[in-house]
């Protein structure tokens, strides 16, 4: 996805889908079999900091930085009771993380905005900017850390004793690049204790997991993105059809490959023995925006709720407040995945939604109960997709006139035969990721088919199997989430 | 909702012979299947397009017989239309010239073509790069989706350093008719209208020596709003010149230069009606000719001046010469290049006695 602020990912560069990890991985684990617990951690630290240096080892210093700050933060946070103090050690966690991410993330947005705004005053600017690599994950891993920060100034947990395993907690490789942001109340305790060999049903839950996470990468994601980058390329020289078919296409391929790489990165892990939490729960069967934001980029979304949206005053300080606060929540959010409008605009109008369903005051419970029926169910969630899609233009549009370009020759309703083989594409993968994502719900488990009789579950891996036969081969198409 | 594994019973282990089984036999039946199919398919393509795979074969075909190509042409189509090889070769006598340019191709793709099929196999002592403003756009998307499309070709991928997983894994692969097939699983549109009869309009192959092939509409000028359109559309969408074109065509041209290979550029020429659909006009045409002078690398390399002595009647729409303008090129490239670097010159540096 061109963006700015692009990661460059190299072929060689050792992620989910590349022949490096399918070496990396036996190694890891029959290493990690043979120790015992600190042993353990050790190993799995260094290949962490293997994984994330095969990439770029110069960030490596980066990556133990905010390691380094965020755990004498917390150490010092456990020796002290006075609060001025606390306030100060918290302040400085969430100055140097966000420092981090400012210059390498943010910098150039905030110098080119200002410069825009300068010169629209009729003042000439000559700002510097800085020709920087964004390193991967670092929103990932930021976020992580300050997390911990903020929970043992909060009282919630209890500093942790070993900078070793703290250490682990913020680079553990399943999730360092791009999620989920776990909670150290949940991670580190898994890490701090010993842990049991797991067991046969671990093991197959966890590979079923890859295999689905792969199936979603390769055969879902990376076939949408072709038809994705020639609707957004030009959306000027594609008929209104084809651009519906290119959004629809893109909602496809960012929850392919972002639920994708979740579901891998929590299978790996189970193969270790360390739950990771769920990031997705089938967000496109939600049946309001309020339900989609639970069920989408959880992890994200409680991370926004509990350390910014609670903090501002949540819905505790009526209605008005309710909604500036949905919308600074929704456009800080925004702006956490790019430095640029697009995503602050995207951002926006997701704050906007939840605003307008806050202000209706309809809200549905959690949970999913009885079969989904046509008005309860379909047509709620088909308008739910419909307006999350609409936004999806502006986080994929590579700059705000694309995006405007996209959205005035989309409602210009100019028909013309779309291209055949884009569109069976994109029903073929709607109907796999809504079948999976049924299955899934229904069964309340994301291992459904482990529930399956035999033969349907020969069936089903086989054809997981050959989807990802079919479709792989190409080049190694890194993460979308990598470059946030 | 609960994924948690301790949910799950523990498996048998004949459920997972059962399983295993299933697997299995669903496998060896897709194969079956693939291998029953695979006789009515066509053979899958390797390169981006008919003409490139076309090319690609005349190409091996000239090394294989080891017929010498002293000149090869490089670009996109306005090089295919625009220089006849074979009015080229009688002009220049002694040299023999191949015309490697592709339909679709900017710079970037032409480095790529150039530096793993053209240079290896034709090895040619003098290169022509024609060039238009076209192929020096960054934001252009034909130039993109070909580069892409160019990039992630099986052909592509058959050359070029290997690792020994890579191969190992290639010589798997091609035992099973099912990956042999998936190129036309993953176009299932195009497979229905091939196993349908409905295929699309078969496209001209080149010529000998890469000879752009002559159609009907040849001689007929086609500068309507439809191809304005096309053009603004899809080839000046938005217009950027100076980053990654500009450096493909630098390391293009050290690349050729560091294997002894006289270089020369030529800026093609082209209708008054092409400035038309460029979103600087004559602005953005001007930088060209700029960027163009600005480049020197020795005494290896040149930039050919043209006369200008193609008038309306030499092309067959703004941007691309028609069958009389490329025979009226092709002589005063050869005209020039006989000149710059005569054929004693050219054999004695490759090392070859003339």
């Not at chain 1, 700050?69 to 103090?85: I, N, Q, S």
């Not at chain 2, 059962?18 to 066509?42: C, D, H, M, N, Q």
């Not at chain 2, 025979?327 to 020039?336: I, N, P, S």
């Amino acid at each position: 996805m061109p963006r700015a602020v692009a990661v460059d990912i190299r072929w060689y560069d050792v992620i989910f889908n590349s022949l490096e990890f399918v070496v990396f991985l036996p190694l890891v684990l029959i290493a990690y079999f043979r120790l015992r617990h600190k042993g353990q951690n050790l190993m799995l630290l260094i290949a962490s900091y293997v994984f994330y240096g095969w990439w770029d080892y110069r960030f490596l210093a980066l990556l133990a930085f905010s390691t380094f700050v965020d755990f004498a933060v917390g150490h010092y946070l456990g020796r002290t009771e006075d609060p001025k103090t606390r306030k100060r050690l918290l302040i400085t966690s969430v100055v140097v993380n966000l420092a981090a991410l400012g210059s390498f993330k943010y910098f150039n947005f905030f110098v080119d905005s200002a410069g825009a705004v300068l010169e629209r005053l009729g003042l000439s600017a000559n700002l510097p900017t800085l020709r920087i690599i964004l390193p991967v994950g670092i929103s990932f891993y930021t976020f992580q850390s300050m997390s911990y920060a903020f929970d043992v100034y909060r009282r919630r947990l209890e500093p942790a004793r070993s900078p070793l395993d703290f250490a682990l907690y913020v680079a553990y490789f399943p999730q360092l690049v791009a999620g989920p942001i776990e909670r150290a109340q949940a991670l580190l305790p898994q890490i701090t204790r010993p842990r049991v060999r797991p067991t046969s049903s671990q093991v197959s839950s966890g590979l079923l997991l890859i295999l689905i996470g792969l199936f979603k990468k390769v055969a879902i994601a990376d076939v949408m993105a072709p038809i994705v980058e020639s609707a957004f390329a030009t959306p000027k020289a594609n008929s209104s059809i084809a651009l519906l078919v290119g959004l629809y296409a893109f909602a496809l391929q960012i929850y392919g490959d972002f639920s994708g790489y979740t579901d891998i990165a929590r299978g790996t892990s189970r193969l270790l023995g360390i739950e990771l939490m769920e990031n997705f729960s089938q967000p496109y069967l939600s049946r309001n925006i309020t339900a989609f934001w639970r069920t989408w980029h959880i992890s994200l979304s409680t991370w926004l709720y509990d350390y910014l949206y609670i903090p501002l005053g949540g819905n505790r300080k009526g209605r008005l407040a309710t909604y500036r606060n949905l919308m600074i929540v929704m456009l800080l959010g925004g702006l956490w995945h790019g430095a640029a409008w697009t995503f602050v605009i995207w951002g926006g109008l997701h704050g906007i939604y939840l605003a307008i369903h806050r202000w209706r005051g309809k809200y549905v419970p959690r949970g999913y109960q009885g079969r989904f029926v046509l008005r309860r169910d379909i047509i709620p969630a088909l308008a739910t997709f419909h307006l999350v899609a609409f936004a999806w233009i502006f986080f994929r549009a590579d700059s705000l006139s694309t995006a405007i370009s996209y959205v005035q020759r989309l409602f210009q309703f100019r028909i013309a035969v779309p291209d055949p083989n884009s569109l069976i594409l994109v029903a073929a993968a709607a109907l796999a990721v809504v079948s999976i994502d049924l299955w899934q719900r229904n069964s309340g488990s994301h291992e459904v088919m482990l529930q399956w009789r035999p033969a349907w579950q020969g069936l089903a891996y086989a054809s997981l199997l050959l989807a990802i036969v079919v479709f792989s081969g190409g080049p190694v198409t890194p993460f979308i989430y990598f470059q946030f | 909702m609960t994924g948690h594994p301790s949910a799950l019973s523990s498996p048998p282990r004949r459920r997972w012979v059962v399983v295993t089984v299933f697997v299995v036999a669903s496998l060896l039946l897709a194969e079956i299947i693939a291998r029953a199919v695979e006789p009515s398919l066509p053979p899958p393509d390797q390169w981006p397009t008919t003409q490139t795979e076309a090319k690609a074969d005349q190409i091996a075909q000239l090394a294989a017989d080891g017929s010498p190509i002293d000149v090869v042409f490089l670009g996109s189509s306005v090089v295919v239309q625009g220089v006849d090889p074979v009015a080229f070769n009688k002009a220049a006598g002694d040299l023999t010239s191949y015309n490697a340019a592709l339909d679709g191709a900017s710079l970037r793709s032409v480095e790529v073509w150039a530096r793993d099929v053209v240079f290896p196999n034709l090895d040619p002592k003098v290169v022509v790069i024609g060039i238009t403003t076209r192929d020096m756009n960054d934001q252009g998307v034909s130039q993109q989706e070909f580069y892409r499309s160019l990039l992630a070709s099986s052909g592509l991928e058959t050359l070029g350093p290997k690792s020994g997983v890579t191969r190992l894994l290639n010589e798997i692969t091609s035992l099973s008719a099912l990956v042999r097939i998936r190129p036309f699983l993953r176009q299932p549109g195009t497979t229905l209208q091939h196993v349908l009869g409905q295929d699309e309009e078969v496209e001209l192959l080149p010529g000998p020596f890469g000879a752009a092939p002559v159609d009907d509409r040849a001689f007929l000028y086609d500068s309507s709003e439809s191809w304005r359109n096309f053009w603004r559309t899809r080839h000046f969408n938005d217009f950027i010149m100076g980053g990654q074109e500009l450096s493909a065509l630098h390391a293009l041209i050290t690349m050729a230069v560091e294997q002894e290979r006289v270089v020369f550029l030529v800026e093609m020429p082209f209708h008054d009606d092409y400035l038309t659909v460029q979103p600087n006009g004559g602005a953005a045409v001007q930088r060209l000719h700029d960027v163009l002078a600005s480049i020197d690398y020795g005494a290896a390399f040149g930039l050919i001046p043209l006369e200008d002595q193609y008038g309306s009647e030499a092309f067959r729409d703004p941007a691309h010469l028609n069958p009389t303008g490329a025979e009226t090129l092709a002589a005063e490239l050869a005209a020039y290049v006989s000149d710059s670097v005569p054929v004693s010159t050219l054999r004695t540096r490759a090392g070859i006695q003339p």
